[in-house]
């Protein structure tokens, strides 16, 4: 499976902005998709996530009523929209991906930044 996310950029407090992960490869085999970040110094840290079939989401505390994880099969995308930036919200966001065996995929990352 390979994962090319994008939509990162450079936005003010209390903007917006959607990733997208586009996913190829063995997507047939796709069960789960989540959302990581990691800021510089910190370990990685988990976003968001949502099961394929159902769409149930889930979402850190942190980013809960901010963000909202969303999917197109017929696009083979996840999406994060993320509203109400602050700055702590600075940082490199990937994508995972998991498919049944069970192995996990990352994507390269792209890059959120949160400043005035």
């Known amino acids: 499976v390979q994962l090319v996310e994008s939509g990162g950029g450079s936005v003010q407090p209390g903007g917006s902005l959607r990733l997208s992960c586009v996913a190829s490869?063995?997507?047939?085999?796709?069960?789960?998709m989540a959302w990581y970040r990691q800021a510089p110094g910190n370990e990685r840290e988990w976003v968001a996530g949502?099961?394929?079939?159902?769409?149930?989401?889930d979402y850190a505390d942190s980013v809960k009523g901010r963000f909202t994880i969303s999917r197109d099969s017929a696009k083979d995308t996840v999406y994060l929209q993320m509203n109400n930036l602050k700055p702590e919200d600075t940082a490199i966001y990937l994508c995972?991906?998991?498919?049944?065996?069970?192995?996990?995929?990352w994507g390269q990352g792209t890059q959120v930044t949160v400043s005035s």
């Open positions: 995972r991906a998991t498919v049944y065996g069970p192995s996990q995929y």
């Open positions: 490869g063995r997507i047939f085999s796709l069960y789960h």
């Open positions: 949502i099961r394929f079939g159902n769409d149930d989401a």
